[in-house]
């Protein structure tokens, strides 16, 4: 699991995201934070209260042998 910050707001607040390596999102806050280090802090302590384990997988998105989309070899 990841927590995340961002700041879409015009007024510069930060929110945090949760998501797991699949790429799912598991919850975002509802309110903002007045920097990036105060919603990492928040999103960090709300992950330890869900008390979940991550058991999706991270997709590759290419493997040996197939080549990139800028035609080099992965």
Same mark, same amino acid.
């Given at each position: 699991?990841? $927590? &995340? !910050?961002?700041? @879409? @707001?015009? +007024? *510069?607040?930060?929110?945090? =995201?949760? #998501?797991?390596?699949?790429? %799912?999102? &598991? %919850? /975002? +806050? =509802?309110? /903002?934070?007045? @920097?990036?280090?105060? !919603? #990492? #802090?928040? *999103?960090? /302590?709300?992950?330890? %209260?869900?008390? $979940?384990?991550?058991? +999706?997988?991270?997709? =590759? +998105?290419?493997?040996? *042998? %197939? @080549?990139?989309?800028?035609?080099?070899? !992965?």
């Amino acid at each position: 699991m990841q $927590v &995340l !910050a961002f700041s @879409t @707001t015009p +007024s *510069g607040g930060w929110r945090w =995201r949760i #998501v797991n390596y699949g790429g %799912e999102m &598991l %919850e /975002e +806050s =509802r309110g /903002e934070y007045p @920097t990036i280090a105060a !919603a #990492v #802090v928040q *999103g960090r /302590e709300r992950l330890t %209260e869900m008390n $979940v384990q991550d058991i +999706s997988r991270m997709e =590759r +998105s290419f493997s040996r *042998g %197939e @080549t990139d989309r800028r035609g080099g070899s !992965a």
